[in-house]
């Protein structure tokens, strides 16, 4: 469902690129209103990647849910790391990335490019934050979360 609103709403924005220091192409498509994450904060997180033919290469909807991401300050700041747009966000923000596929693969997964992908090519992620919490609040919350699964 949030797939749905950003892809829509990211053709509208596709001349609202910009750029970081270290190189990754983005366009904010909502600004959330919430605060960003601090050092060693958990942040709940809507990934959808995708290669430049389209094909979904990841989806965290298809895995039940946001994926949680450990926020750290001192990473990112490497062209081709996924990690250097996380400075950017707050809670309720959705956004679109654009990155090298050879650089993601070599900076951020640290494994050899796929025969499938061009090193040319760009990956484009879609990422929406929905939450961000300390580390005891995450457990709090995962813990409510397998017993819900478990009631079910």
């Not at 965290?60 to 990473?75: E, F, I, K």
């Not at 596929?101 to 990956?123: C, H, V, Y």
Request: hydrophobic share 35%; proline share 4%; glycine share 8%.
């Amino acid at each position: 469902m949030i797939w749905a609103f950003m892809a829509l709403v990211a053709c509208d924005s596709a001349d609202s690129w910009e750029t970081t220091d270290s190189g990754l192409r983005y366009s904010m498509v909502r600004d959330g209103d919430g605060p960003s994450p601090k050092n060693d904060e958990v942040m709940l997180l809507h990934f959808k990647y995708e290669d430049d033919m389209g094909n979904v290469m990841y989806n965290t909807d298809d895995l039940g849910g946001p994926a949680p991401v450990l926020y750290n300050d001192s990473l990112g700041g490497e062209e081709g790391n996924i990690e250097d747009i996380f400075h950017l966000l707050s809670k309720g923000d959705s956004l679109l990335v654009k990155m090298n596929a050879e650089k993601l693969f070599t900076n951020t997964f640290r494994q050899p490019l796929p025969d499938s992908i061009s090193n040319e090519s760009d990956i484009t992620f879609y990422i929406g934050v929905e939450d961000i919490m300390s580390q005891d609040d995450y457990n709090t919350y995962r813990m409510a979360l397998a017993q819900k699964m478990q009631e079910e």
